[in-house]
């Protein structure tokens, strides 16, 4: 499912004007879908009491045209304008059924009747947010009262128009003030911010509608929402006659005296999601504590290094190892050295070379990654970059608060920077390429948020490499079966207690099921 920015879902509206739609027409089908939401969530409007909030702007029409459809179909509406309402002809159709929009000083006591109203349609601001709301200014007055009216018994119900008001509609922030909605009804397509961390929170049930925009003008939009469908074609085929080599040889680069079980995590995974045969190569004298816990795997052991990770000049024999792989993985567990940067200045082109750089750079690997003047230059056009917030950071240079401010954005800027692809993880992870296409993982789950975790995606993106998928589709379906196995787990975990290891465990058991049509 596509997803836009403002600006973007700007021009689309502009695409269906020049195609022959009129703003009227389209805050017409806005407003009607809006009201039959709202219809279909209480399930009766004879004799339901709704207050509609209306902005100064075109989110507010939108709001006076629902509150003429609830009107004419029975309900009982209460039209109110904090900051009052320019005459047009959606306040004059109001007007031709006495239905009063209260402004002014009949304000205060208009907002009081949410309290016994069955439902409240915010229709302030939608996408207009330009700065924070305010206390004490009409529009903050009627989000308190709102906010007020909730914690009556029973609370009404929250209808957002667009968005929330107060919600970032393209880097998903949610000022002070916002009111929670119960369904959003959103237009054209949904926007970016309502599938970032703080922005999924409030937007409650999405209901995405047409409104008349020309399906090439929405096709054009690069960003997009993984879906389960979208996964199910994706999945790699998995042939009857099949043999290991069908499905994938991936070496595992990693491992420190320190951090001892990632690369074996790493490997597990990969095993989980379907790789034909993984190899670890990490510092010999970790072997034997992490061993058992990877049985399946076959070893490269190395020398170590006097911090007990692996040296720089492991990456002579590694380069050796590559052809022999259709994948790697390096990082997990490497530890945060100088022998990691000499390791990953040397590694990176060898595997572009290689292994047509299908290589999933993560953890320490990405920090030393960071610290290389020509870091960029050195790395593969196929590689799959893996940090984290604070890792992000350091690959751009930023503030870990800038990166999360605008998590679409830095995705793609470090993933043009770079020339590959880029998973920022977090809440709603996102996937971004070297040519601007981006996709957002539906879920934010904060039992996943334990150590690990990174690792176990790192193999798993990993193996969907080495299966044959290009980087962006590997790491999208990695991305989303991660969060997939998340959410099953949440429903028996709940929001902590997980360890990473199983979520490999559970991986092919949730494949199967998102499989299943």
Known sequence: MKLVTVEEMRAMERAAIEAGATEAQLMEEAGLASAQEAWMLLGTLEGRQIVVLAGPGNNGGDGLVAARHLYDWG?????????????????????????????????????????????????????????????????????????????????????????????????????????????????????????????????????????????EAMEAASLELIT???????????PEDANKGTFGRVLVAGGCSRYRGAPA??????????AGLVTIACPEPIIASIGAGAAEATWLPQEAADDGGLTGEAAVALRREWPAFDAGVVGPGLGHTGETRALVWALLPDAAEDIGGRVVVDADALNALAALEDGAERTPASAVLTPHPGEMARLLGSGVAEVQNNRVGAAREAAGRYGCVVVLKGA???????????????????????????????????????????????????????????????????????LAGEIAARLPGVVREVATP
């Not at 907002?111 to 349609?121: E, F």
């Not at 996102?430 to 539906?442: H, T």
């Open 75 to 215: 309900a009982e509406v209460t039209v109110v304008a904090p900051r009052g309402r320019v005459e047009d002809s959606n306040l004059a159709e109001l007007t031709a059924r006495e239905l009063v929009v209260v402004e002014g000083d009949d304000v205060p006591a208009a907002l009081a009747r949410m309290a016994d109203a069955d439902l409240v349609m915010d229709a302030l601001l939608g996408v207009g947010k330009a700065r924070p709301l305010e206390t004490g200014e009409p529009i903050g007055v009627a989000l308190a009262a709102l906010a007020g009216a909730l914690r009556a018994s029973p609370a009404p119900k929250v209808l957002a128009i667009d968005l929330p008001t107060g919600l970032d509609a393209d880097g998903g922030g949610v000022d002070a003030l916002t009111v929670p909605a119960d369904v959003t009804v959103t237009f054209g397509l949904p926007k970016v911010g309502m599938y970032q961390a703080m922005g999924s929170g409030v937007v409650g049930r999405v209901q995405v509608v047409d409104i008349g925009i020309p399906p």
């Open 228 to 238: 389960s469908r979208w996964v199910r074609e994706a999945l790699p085929a998995r």
């Open 265 to 274: 995590l790493a490997a597990t995974a990969a095993y989980r999601a379907g």
């Open 428 to 498: 709603h992870t996102v996937v971004a390429d070297a040519a601007g296409r981006a996709r957002i993982s539906p879920f934010a789950n904060p039992l996943l948020a334990t150590a690990g975790s990174g690792d176990v995606l790192a193999g798993m993106i990993g193996a969907y490499l080495g299966q044959g998928l290009d980087s962006f589709d590997a790491a999208s379906l990695g991305v989303y079966l991660h969060a997939a196995v998340g959410e099953a787990l949440r429903a028996e975990y709940g929001d902590s207690g997980l």
